[in-house]
């Protein structure tokens, strides 16, 4: 039985685990997201939802990963071998993640090249829609493959390839300390530069001023929740096979509570460089702040873009925010595509370098259909979908089968033997009764919203191929691999 690898360092663990939970959605999710529910107010239920959600949900998949020192797949079976298809579950979903993520990895890749001379010219609405990504009129309507995107994309897989199979210590571990810090230096220097732009005090003002009348409304504190659970990365298989890399003796309560607050602080300073720029194009255009607000795809691809035409000294501001971007990617990515190797690595002790090699080769042929002129609107389902059903829907089953079948006590008895600080009766009553109740809201939520009203417009058709069949075919798929003979623990020399 081979050793299984572990983190050089304590701090070399959480940058990795930072580096998978900072993402896109750091940057073009959550200040939108605080603008529109109440500005400053946010932060009450946001921090409310960090305390009573983020932190101990992370403890209990860091805990869980620790404790049975396997991927998401040999953890559950670790509970009960009924229970493993559930980690194939999650492990299938951060596959389709990685397959359609890296296509917006490729984008920012190549804006950050036409930032050097503003490549999407003066109007950025029109660039990216028509001469950028080909869009076609439908999800099917595919179009040819926009070459600039699949080379990014090869990019993309390419280091991803190099970082996984060099393994946890010297290809992710590494991969991370540069990402990390630098994706952090990059915002401290571009918020140093943006604040003091004409207007950017009155972005701020918009982000932060606080409308307390907003905490009555209960779908404000559901957003809060929904974008904690969003933005850490839990309840598809990266927690739990980072932390499965952890020594024996490692204070997990700590190493989760900075994973969630380094995250949740770097979404309040990109909420400050980002809205510092709109208050400056508002100011630039005279329009609103609220005008110019936007978040997802378009915000990064089309507003900011419009907006650094107005700044001085574009070049600067634009390769560095594309650069941010594709450092939040890329380390999100790694993470994605290393629960999935682990997971088959643990199952049928495949080399690790066989194994990324396979993952990556799949993943990149599939990643081919989110590259051509129809790759958007797929992107955009498949999307919507994994969010608001899948993801969802896994962590409120593992919640539930954690809380209230296999039980807390073992995990709370293991994290607290090695941490500086300890967990009792009131961490157990958040995952078991607040995290399960916002969860269990916001899911039935979701799926009735979707029920009534089609998403974005597409046909029913295209919803139901691209987007309802995506948790009963992983389910299906995670029974087939739960019956596969495994090999657990013997893995493979090349």
């Known amino acids: 039985m081979a050793q299984r690898e572990q983190w050089g360092s304590r701090a070399g663990f959480v940058l990795a685990a930072v580096g998978s939970a900072i993402g896109l959605g750091n940057i073009w999710r959550f200040p939108y997201m605080a603008y529109d529910n109440g500005g400053g107010a946010f932060l009450i239920p946001y921090i409310f939802a960090l305390l009573t959600a983020g932190i101990p949900f992370m403890i209990l998949e860091f805990g869980m990963g620790h404790k049975y020192r396997g991927s998401a797949p040999k953890v559950f079976r670790a509970l009960g071998s009924k229970y493993e298809f559930l980690g194939w579950m999650q492990v299938l979903v951060a596959l389709v993640i990685s397959i359609y993520y890296v296509a917006v990895i490729g984008w920012t890749i190549n804006y950050t090249g036409f930032a050097f001379n503003q490549g999407w010219g003066a109007d950025p609405k029109a660039f990216f829609f028509g001469d950028y990504l080909g869009l076609t009129g439908s999800p099917f309507e595919l179009g040819g493959i926009r070459w600039p995107i699949l080379g990014a994309c090869t990019l993309a897989w390419g280091i991803t390839w190099l970082a996984i199979t060099s393994g946890v210590r010297k290809g992710i571990e590494r991969a991370c300390k540069v990402l990390i810090p630098l994706l952090f230096i ?80 770097f979404s309040l300073l990109a909420g400050v460089m980002i809205f510092s720029v709109l208050g400056n194009m508002a100011q630039a255009t005279g329009q609103s702040v609220s005008d110019v607000a936007g978040a997802g795809v378009g915000l990064a691809f089309i507003t900011i873009p419009a907006a650094i035409n107005t700044m001085p000294a574009p070049a600067f501001f634009g390769t560095l925010f594309f650069l941010c971007l594709t450092m939040a990617g890329l380390s999100s990515h790694i993470s994605i595509v290393e629960a999935v190797c682990s997971s088959f690595i643990d199952k049928f002790g495949i080399s690790r370098k066989r194994t990324a090699t396979l993952v990556c080769a799949f993943g990149y042929a599939m990643t081919l259909v989110f590259t051509t002129g129809g790759g958007l609107l797929i992107l955009d389902i498949v999307d919507h979908f994994i969010n608001n059903l899948c993801i969802l829907g896994m962590a409120l089953v593992e919640i539930i089968l954690m809380g209230y079948v296999v039980g807390l006590d073992d995990i709370r008895k293991h994290v607290n033997a090695t941490s500086d600080f300890t967990v009792g009766s009131l961490w157990q009553i958040f995952l078991k009764l607040v995290t399960v109740a916002v969860l269990g809201y916001t899911f039935i939520m979701n799926v009735v919203t979707d029920i009534g009203t089609p998403y974005g417009g597409y046909a029913s058709s295209d919803l139901i191929l691209l987007g309802w069949s995506l948790l009963p075919v992983a389910f299906i798929l995670a029974l087939v691999l739960n019956k596969r003979e495994a090999s657990y623990g013997f893995v493979k020399k090349d």
């Open 186 to 265: 990059l915002v401290l220097v571009l918020i140093a530069r943006v604040v003091n732009l004409p207007g950017a005090a009155t972005g701020l003002d918009f982000l932060f001023r606080p409308d307390f009348s907003k905490l009555a409304d209960f779908s404000v504190w559901a957003d809060a929740y929904g974008q904690i659970f969003f933005s850490l990365s839990i309840g598809f298989a990266i927690m739990l096979a980072y932390s499965s890399y952890l020594p024996k003796k490692s204070d997990i309560n700590n190493n989760a509570a900075m994973t969630v607050f380094i995250n949740c602080g």
